[in-house]
């Protein structure tokens, strides 16, 4: 669910303002590293979000946004350091898109896993 918003995000709703501020660093997506990326993320999430045994709807929530946060924060202060052309606008946008997709994500992951597997 994240890889999909993420990629709506990028390719409809913000690409626009992607492209304007560091649209020359931008190549095409290249699928293994984003695959592999998503794949880490969701065990991430899984393992530091949600795998708590008294995990709620508020506390993944919160836990989701925080984990989204320091993910893309790390991203975006590292790429602030080394890249000429990032912009603080381009990192507030992209760390809040991350707190907020994952926090949806983790929350909506764990209402299908209660679904799946009610909690006895």
Known sequence: MAAACKAGFLGILAKGFFVSEVGDMLG???????????LLYVFGV?????????????????YGALFGLFCYATFDLTSL??????????????????AIVTA?????????????VPKP
């Open 104 to 116: 949806v994500s983790s929350t909506a992951g764990l209402f299908v896993a209660d679904r799946l």
């Open 28 to 38: 095409e997506v290249r699928a293994l590293p984003a695959i592999l990326f998503y």
């Open 46 to 62: 899984l393992i530091f979000v949600s795998a708590a045994p008294g995990a709620t709807a508020r506390s993944t929530w919160l």
């Open 81 to 98: 350091a080394l890249l000429k052309h990032w912009s603080w606008a381009v990192a507030a946008v992209d760390v809040s898109w991350g």
